[in-house]
């Protein structure tokens, strides 16, 4: 079994709780060992990812952690300093992929909306986006034109 507990800081195998059932599903079971069914979550979803459980009554916690995008391993955090140690040391790895893949979404975004308006990639210029590159860009291609050898044209756009 994949359960650990974490107190203060200190990791032991097993967990002082009822085992989970050969066919219950986590959030069954965590319902059933006194834990609120909605997490707190860190990381990304379906990828590197801490999902926080908190007692109904009293201070414990539950966690658990999908360190890649398979296996998922239980930790029973029995207390709240076990908690923010917790948190201290792994929490900020997790919450930076969470960023990150929104910045990558952000990206997408506005790279699909900037070809909307340019007709572009953000790869590329014209004379709207970039007025100086786009006029740097024409009059190399005009000294090239002027030497006999061919112009660089790619990436700019009239
Ligand atoms: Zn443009």
Not at 28 to 50: A, K, N, T, W
Not at 83 to 98: H, N, P, R, S, V
Request: net charge negative.
């Amino acid at each position: 079994m994949n359960c650990f507990t974490y107190t203060r800081g200190a990791w032991s195998d097993g967990m002082a709780l009822p085992q989970i059932g050969e066919n219950e599903q986590h959030t069954e079971y965590l319902e059933r060992v006194g834990f609120s069914p909605m997490p707190h979550r860190l990381g990304v979803e379906f990828g590197s990812e801490i999902q926080l459980f908190e007692a109904e009554r009293g201070s414990s916690y539950f966690a658990v952690v999908q360190p890649m995008a398979n296996a998922t391993y239980d930790v029973h955090i029995p207390d709240f300093p076990s908690l923010m140690l917790f948190l201290k040391d792994f929490a900020a790895a997790f919450g930076t992929l969470d960023v990150q893949s929104q910045l990558q979404d952000l990206n997408d975004g506005m790279r699909k909306l900037f070809h909307a308006y340019h007709g572009h990639s953000l790869d590329q210029m014209c004379k709207q986006c970039d007025p100086d590159g786009y006029q740097k860009a024409q009059d190399a291609q005009t000294r090239f034109a002027n030497s006999g050898r061919p112009g660089p044209r790619a990436g700019v756009f009239e």
